[in-house]
C-alpha cells in the first residue's frame, strides 16, 4: 500500500484550513461530478450545518439543501417580503452558479448577516466556493451611504432658503455656502468655498467681520446685528445677520445666516440737528397672529435687553396702555405707530387741556394709565410733571429712539404696579432678579418646583399662578431640600437634573428625612425624556410618578388634581 497520496492529502488539508483561518474566509472545493472534496471548518461559522456534510464525498445538491434548511442562507429575503423561493428551485439556482466559470455577489445571510460568495470553476472541472463575512463593511458603506445622503439633503434645504446662509471653519474659511449667499456676491460657490472675508470684502469690512467670528468661536455666544448690504447687482438687501457656534469643542465652526427683512423695512433718517437714522418696521398689520405657547415676559431681562440693545423684541405688551403728550406731529406718528405695532395700547394728547379731558373721560371709565411719556418741549409740562401719580413717567424728545424708548417703557412697568379697576383680583408679580420668591410668604406652600433653567422657572411661576396655587421654586437640589424642611409643600415638581444635588439624590434626602416624620410628600420626576433607565433611577429613589418637558398648564393641573389633597385644590381653584 501506497501511504505518500494519503499523507500528501493531510497536508494539503492542513494547509488549506491554515490558509482560510488566516484570510478570514470558509473554503468549499468541489470535484467535476460536484461531491465535496474540501470543506474548512469556518463554513460552519456561516451556516449552522453537522459536520458530516462537510465531509469529502457529500454531494453538493444534499449540502446546498442543508444551507436552505437553515433558514441561514444566501440571497434571504426579509421576513415582510412576499417573493418566497422554494426548497428546489433555490437548491437548482445555486447548482448552475457553481457551474459558472466565475460569479461574485454580496448577499444577505439571515436578518442582519451580509457575506460575499465567490464561485470559480477551473478549466479541469473542479468547483471552488469562498465565503467572507463582510457585515461591518456592508454597515460602514450604508453609513457612509447614509451620510452622503444627508449632505446631499442638507444642502438642498439650504439652497432652497431665501435667505444668505454660509458656514465657516476656525480659520473663518468658508466651508459650506448656500445658493442665495453666492447670489449677493454673483459668484459660483467654487470661487468661495476655501476662502475668507479678506478674499471677497474691503479690508474694513473683513475686519469687523472676522472680529465678531473670532468672539463668537472664543466665547460660544450668539452675535446679532442689523446690517445694509449692496448686492453684486446694485440692489439693497437689508438682513438682521445672527451667527451662532457649533460642533464639538477642538471642531468649531460659525453658521451665519442672514434674515431677509427687506420687505417688511425702510431706512429712515431723521429731521433736524437732532435727528437720527435707523431701521424701522414700515407696517406692522402684516403680521399676522401666531401660535403663543408660553408668556416670554416672564423670562426677559429687561436690563440685559437694554444693555445688549438687542434689535429683537421679545417683551409681549398685553395690558399696557400708554399716553403720549406732544405737540410734534412727527415724533407723534413714529413713536405711537411704533407703540402700537409692538402691541401696545398707545395713543396721543397735544397739550394740558387734551390732557386733562383725557385723563378725566378714563378715570369715569375706570381705566388707568401705565406710562405717560411727556415731550421735553411740550409747554406746561411743569404741571403735569408735579401732579402725575399713577405710572411710569419718561419723558421724551424729537431724538428718543423708539426701540430703546420701547425697552424702557418695559423696563419703567415692570415692577409692581397697583392692582387695575377692572380686575379686582390681585396681580402677581415677578421678580427679574430672583425668580426664586414665590407667590406667597406663608409658612407653608401647595407646590415645590425644583428647577435650575431660568426659562421653565418662569413658565412654572406662570402656570402655577395661573392655576392659583402657592408656590416656591428652588434652583438647586440642595436648596430644594431646604425648602422642603421649610414650607412642607403638598407636591415636589423635581427636575432630574440639578446641579449641586440631582433631582433623584434630593428625592432621596427627602425621603430619609420624612422616615422621622411620617409623613410623605408626593414628589413627580420632571424629564426632558421618559427612558427607562431614567424612570427606574427616579422610582428608585422615591418619586411617584413623572412628566415630560415641555411642559404644559393642562400637564401640571392634571398632576396637582391627582397628588395635591382636594381640600388645598378646592381651596385654591
Avoid at 439543501?65 to 433555490?90: I, Q
Avoid at 476662502?195 to 455666544?221: H, K
Wanted: charged residues 25%; glycine residues 8%.
Amino acid at each position: 500500500m501506497d501511504d505518500g497520496a494519503p499523507g500528501g492529502a493531510d497536508i494539503m488539508g492542513i494547509v488549506l484550513e491554515s490558509s482560510c483561518d488566516a484570510l478570514g474566509l470558509a473554503l468549499l472545493v468541489c470535484g467535476r461530478d460536484d461531491t465535496i472534496l474540501f470543506a474548512s471548518a469556518s463554513i460552519v461559522q456561516f451556516f449552522p450545518l453537522p459536520a458530516r456534510l462537510l465531509k469529502p464525498g457529500t454531494r453538493l445538491r444534499d449540502f446546498l439543501g442543508a444551507v436552505y434548511d437553515t433558514g441561514v442562507r444566501p440571497g434571504t429575503l426579509p421576513e415582510n417580503s412576499r417573493r418566497r423561493a422554494n426548497r428546489e428551485d433555490w437548491i437548482a439556482e445555486h447548482m448552475a452558479l457553481h457551474w459558472r466559470e466565475r460569479y461574485e455577489s454580496v448577499e444577505r445571510a439571515g436578518r442582519t448577516r451580509w457575506i460575499c460568495l465567490r464561485k470559480r470553476r477551473l478549466p479541469s472541472g473542479i468547483g471552488i466556493l469562498s465565503l467572507t463575512d463582510v457585515t461591518e463593511q456592508r454597515k460602514r458603506e450604508e453609513q457612509i451611504q447614509g451620510d452622503i445622503e444627508r449632505v446631499e439633503l442638507t444642502e438642498q434645504i439650504l439652497d432652497a432658503q431665501p435667505n444668505p446662509i454660509c458656514v465657516k471653519d476656525r480659520n473663518l474659511n468658508y466651508i459650506a455656502v448656500n445658493k442665495a449667499f453666492c447670489v449677493i456676491h454673483d459668484l459660483p460657490a467654487e470661487a468661495i468655498l476655501g476662502r475668507s472675508a479678506w478674499d471677497l470684502l474691503d479690508g474694513d469690512i473683513a475686519e469687523r467681520f472676522e472680529q465678531s467670528d473670532r468672539q463668537v468661536l472664543a466665547t460660544g455666544m450668539p452675535h446679532a446685528e442689523a446690517e445694509h448690504i449692496v448686492r453684486a447687482d446694485g440692489s439693497d438687501l437689508w438682513v438682521v445677520t445672527r451667527k451662532y457656534r457649533v460642533g464639538m469643542p477642538g471642531r468649531h465652526f460659525v453658521v451665519t445666516c442672514m434674515n431677509d427683512v427687506t420687505d417688511i423695512a425702510a431706512w429712515y433718517h431723521g429731521v433736524g440737528d437732532g435727528g437720527s437714522s435707523g431701521l424701522q418696521i414700515r407696517d406692522y398689520s402684516i403680521f399676522t397672529p401666531g401660535q403663543n405657547f408660553y408668556d416670554p415676559f416672564h423670562a426677559l431681562n429687561v436690563q440685559q435687553l437694554v444693555d445688549t440693545r438687542s434689535m429683537i423684541e421679545t417683551l409681549p405688551a398685553r395690558g399696557l396702555r400708554v399716553l403720549l403728550m406732544t405737540a410734534d406731529l412727527e415724533m407723534e406718528g413714529r413713536i405711537v405707530s411704533r407703540l402700537r405695532g409692538s402691541g401696545l395700547d398707545a395713543c396721543a394728547v397735544r397739550n394740558v387741556e387734551e390732557f386733562q379731558a383725557f385723563t378725566a373721560a378714563a378715570e369715569s371709565c375706570s381705566v388707568k394709565l401705565d406710562a405717560l411719556l411727556i415731550d421735553e418741549a411740550l409747554g406746561g409740562r411743569d404741571v403735569i410733571l408735579a401732579s402725575w401719580r399713577d405710572g411710569a413717567l419718561i419723558e421724551v424728545s424729537s431724538a428718543t429712539d423708539a426701540g430703546c424708548l420701547l425697552a424702557e417703557i418695559f423696563r419703567a412697568c415692570a415692577g409692581p404696579r397697583p392692582a387695575r379697576s377692572q380686575f379686582p383680583q390681585a396681580e402677581f408679580e415677578i421678580s427679574f432678579e430672583d425668580c426664586g420668591a414665590g407667590a406667597t410668604a406663608s409658612s407653608e406652600v401647595d407646590v415645590l418646583v425644583a428647577e435650575d433653567n431660568q426659562v421653565n422657572q418662569f413658565v412654572f411661576t406662570q402656570i402655577l399662578e395661573g392655576l392659583g396655587v402657592s408656590y416656591r421654586i428652588a434652583a438647586t437640589g440642595k436648596e430644594a431640600v431646604e425648602l422642603w424642611r421649610k414650607f412642607h409643600p403638598a407636591i415636589v415638581l423635581m427636575d432630574v437634573s440639578l446641579p449641586v444635588m440631582n433631582g433623584c439624590e434630593a428625592a432621596m434626602a427627602i425621603r430619609d428625612a420624612e422616615k422621622r416624620t411620617g409623613v410623605r410628600t408626593p414628589i413627580i420626576a420632571v424629564t426632558v425624556q421618559a427612558l427607562d433607565v431614567d424612570l427606574d433611577r427616579c422610582r428608585a429613589s422615591g418619586m411617584d410618578d413623572h412628566i415630560v418637558k415641555p411642559i404644559s398648564p393642562d400637564m401640571i393641573e392634571a398632576v396637582l388634581r391627582q397628588y395635591l389633597p382636594t381640600g388645598r385644590l378646592r381651596a385654591a381653584g
